[in-house]
């Protein structure tokens, strides 16, 4: 599982802000955000975001859940309740952003945390919340049922989304161009790395893709995690993508590539737009972010 904490990097959140753990001290400020939050989005709900329903929050779910918040700058903005998790998934309970800070891509970096700790997703959203409806739509969750919540007497829209496919990769940039790889019977372009086999870390599972595909032989130790991709994974009827991105190894390399690989090519951001999976050219974007690649 990932840590208890993460710093999210420039273009996934704000660089001050981490996914931790809930704390027994962040109740007021969890419930406050949850009352705004629940009164935007559900606005047909006679009393949403108080009275019986805020009670059953701080004493039931607060309690109960596996919580986790979303804080930037020593404020917490975003709010994630899992429920029941293990090796076939989890639910999320609950998952509110402060509307101030709606648009930044936190609810969906929330959904992605839950999903890189347990795989599958499944939760329940309210028919008339039509935003929300559509957020976790464009995640790739489908429909799987329908039933009245209890306490509302409104209808709930139940939504699935299987386990992100889980793989690395490797970022090696040489003159503001960045290494890619197409494999044989393929058009498509893809950075250097793989998926995992099984007992593997991340970096073990990238040290030997980089030796099979293009013959580099670099220790698992000298690979540094650099950041995390959500995504469409290309080819795979929309099932999500959760890539793990490294850097490290030797500037000056020699590929000498293995039986899958047809070619490798270093691409600049217009190349890389044109020609690489969809991951591919959101990875391009972070480098161009951090100054690595040119705009």
């Avoid at 704000?14 to 606005?43: E, F, G, M, N």
Wanted: glycine share 12%.
């Amino acid at each position: 599982m990932p840590p208890a904490a993460r710093l999210f990097t420039v273009g996934e959140m704000s660089s001050h802000t981490v996914i931790r753990r809930y704390r027994d001290a962040d109740q007021d400020a969890v419930c406050d955000l949850w009352s705004r939050a629940s009164k935007q989005a559900h606005p047909f709900i006679e009393g949403e975001g108080e009275g019986e329903r805020a009670r059953v929050l701080g004493e039931v779910h607060l309690v109960r859940a596996e919580n986790w918040v979303a804080e930037r700058d020593g404020a917490v903005i975003g709010v994630l309740g899992l429920l029941g998790g293990d090796d076939a998934g989890v639910e999320i309970g609950g998952l509110f952003v402060a509307p101030d800070a709606q648009g930044d891509g936190i609810g969906r970096d929330l959904v992605e945390h839950a999903a890189a700790r347990y795989g599958a997703l499944t939760l329940e959203v309210f028919e008339e919340n039509t935003r929300a409806r559509g957020f976790y739509a464009h995640l790739g969750f489908t429909e799987c049922g329908r039933r009245i919540d209890d306490l509302s007497g409104h209808p709930l829209v139940a939504v699935e989304r299987e386990a992100p496919l889980r793989s690395v990769s490797w970022l090696h940039v040489r003159d503001g161009r960045l290494l890619s790889v197409r494999t044989r019977g393929n058009d498509t372009f893809y950075l250097p790395g793989g998926k995992y086999e099984p007992g593997e870390t991340a970096r073990e599972a990238l040290s030997r893709e980089l030796s099979e595909e293009l013959g580099l032989r670099i220790p698992a130790e000298e690979l540094s995690e650099a950041f995390v991709v959500h995504d469409v994974a290309h080819g795979k009827n929309g099932r999500r993508l959760h890539m793990t991105c490294f850097t490290g190894g030797p500037r000056d390399i020699e590929p000498a590539p293995g039986r899958e690989i047809a070619e490798y090519a270093w691409f600049d951001r217009h190349e890389s737009s044109a020609r690489c999976a969809p991951a591919h050219r959101q990875v391009v974007d972070h480098l161009v972010a951090q100054g690595r690649m040119s705009a």
